[in-house]
């Protein structure tokens, strides 16, 4: 009990934290000062300021939210898009091995590799780094979903309900959302957050996600790369942030899956 | 003969779909390489349209584009000035990748299994240390870790050798994760084997420590690796792409991320056509090689 309060806590004081600095500071952010350009960081700017004099702590914080809320919403693409998937291949009849092939074909291709092939197909924003995500994403969802789906069918748990008079709607609704999908879906979707944090800050590190003025904590780390042993705090904070919140990821899956009795089920893995 | 002979085939028609995939995909963006933000003369604009053949259906470009696969290598990049074809540029690229992380693998690997061998011999507290650390390993991705490196190569005294910030470091950040992965399962395995019956069996016919260990525990301890090698290598050829970029290594990763901003259509499909063939064949071969060796 006291861990699951802890855990809210602190996954209660990074959202309020992350939302108020966000829009606190966007303002802050767009002010250009360049009498006050590459200072250190002091009280007055506590990250330090940029090229162009910006508060540096507002960058940052401005490139951890624009890379959560792509996680966030790649997630629910990824999730979405897997269903329609799986349920499109469960009603294919004759034809399901065409999907089961093309699933094939797309699951053994590094994730990184299919964000690439969809980064080319999509010009520059937040669009081509959602889309990336998902494209790189979704067969892992459409895999967990028809298979579910599939141990749940072929499950004498299935036939028994059935027996006792559940309609269809029923079947698919209570007992197979609540004791099938719902206490593994937990485990997916708190597993595969890390993994879709880093495809994102590696598409923005390597130039093929997000572009000024919007940035990724990945696009801040490729910008200020050059800058690395001249002016350090520009390097060093967004590799802090990223970081921190991946371990805050990891953290929350593992957790997950300990509490739902998963406690060996690894932490997935991308580049 | 009719399984390589299938094998063969399989591996066509799943290269041309990959590459029509690409193909389609890129052409499906709004604008091309022709258009930048000084508009071309038409006149130019046409004369390259029709040396690239931009100006055809893309169902045409696309039979044009695996035509050339023979005579001219899917044809030249559109913004490299390379005197080489897109296919050999991207062979080039792709070797330099492809030996340094089979290298960073190999011994990697080797390392893991050696490591895992000593360890039985290692005081409690040495043995504790290497697994944090391997568990570390683990968990730490592969751009957070090159980008520590990148710290630490650039605090790093002048007087240090080239050698360190060009092969070491980077080869320790995309090396540390399969080193750890194959340390904790073999480690973990010989563990677990030295419970078992038949090792007592043996310790008890008076085998001596090496025989022992060679033919009743390193054997049984290695054969998990075998469902592992491939995805491990598939992350290390992936992370490839992160430890070239940020140590600014030659390889594909710089090609390729180079041709997606410049919209070099030839380039970008002549390489993701290189990387996936290789992934397919790799992945047909080692089914095969576990189907001969655990029939």
Sequence with gaps: ????????????????????????????????????????????????????????????????????GSVFISF????????????LWSHAGHFKFIFEQCLNFFIFFPQLILAFIFSAGIE??????????????????????????????????????????????????????KMHLKPLFGILLRTQWPSFLLTESTLSF?????????????????????????????????????????????????????????????????? | MRKVFLGLVQFIVLFTVLVFVVFILVHLVPGGPLDREVALDPQLK?????????????????????????????????????????????????????????????ISVMLGILWSGLSLSFPRLV???FLFLSEWGNACPVLVLSLVCLCALAWAPSK??????????????????????????????????????YFFYAQAKGLSPVRLYFRHLFLNSVLPLLDLIPVLFQNVMAGAFVVESVFNKPGIARL????????????????????????????????RLKSYLMP
């Design chain 1, 1 to 68: 009990m006291r861990k699951k309060i802890c855990f809210f806590l602190v996954l209660l004081t990074a959202v309020l934290f992350l939302f108020t600095a966000y829009s606190m500071i966007w303002k802050m952010n767009s002010l250009i000062y360049l009498e006050s350009r590459l200072q250190g960081p002091s009280w007055h700017a506590w990250f330090g300021t940029d090229f162009l004099g910006r508060d540096y702590f507002a960058r940052v914080t401005q490139a951890t939210v624009i890379t959560l």
């Design chain 1, 76 to 87: 629910l693409g990824s999730t979405l898009f897997g269903a329609a998937y799986a349920w």
């Design chain 1, 124 to 177: 520059s924003g937040m669009m081509r780094v959602v889309g990336s995500l998902i494209f790189a994403h979704w067969m892992i969802f459409a895999q967990f979903f028809s298979t579910q789906q599939q141990v749940w069918l072929e499950s004498p748990l299935h036939e028994s309900a059935k027996n006792l008079g559940y309609s269809n709607f029923e079947l698919r609704g209570e007992v197979f959302w």
């Design chain 1, 206 to 271: 390597l130039g093929v996600g997000y572009a000024s003025p919007y940035v990724g904590l990945g696009s801040l780390l490729g910008e200020n790369g050059v800058a690395l042993r001249a002016h350090p705090h520009l390097f060093l904070f967004p590799l802090l942030s990223l970081f921190c919140l991946y371990g805050l990821l990891s953290w929350i899956s593992k957790k997950g899956t300990q509490s739902t009795g998963f406690s060996n089920l690894r932490k997935p893995w991308i580049a």
């Design chain 2, 46 to 106: 046409h004369a390259l349209g029709e040396k690239y053949h931009y100006n055809k259906g893309i169902l045409h470009q696309f039979f044009l584009f695996i035509l050339s696969f023979k005579e001219e290598g899917f044809g030249y990049g559109t913004a490299t000035q390379s005197p080489f074809s897109a296919l050999e540029l991207s062979w080039r690229s792709f070797s330099n990748s492809l030996y340094f992380s089979g290298a960073v693998f190999l």
């Design chain 2, 127 to 129: 043995v504790r240390a």
């Design chain 2, 160 to 197: 240090v050798p080239e050698f360190f910030g060009k092969e070491l470091l980077p080869a320790f950040a995309l090396g540390l994760r399969p080193w750890s992965v194959v340390f904790q399962v073999v480690y973990r395995s010989q563990l677990e084997s030295q419970k078992l019956p």
């Design chain 2, 256 to 287: 390729l991320v180079g041709s997606i901003l410049n919209r070099d259509y030839p380039l970008f499909v002549a390489c993701i056509g290189l990387y996936g063939g290789f992934f397919i064949l790799f992945q047909s071969s080692m089914k």
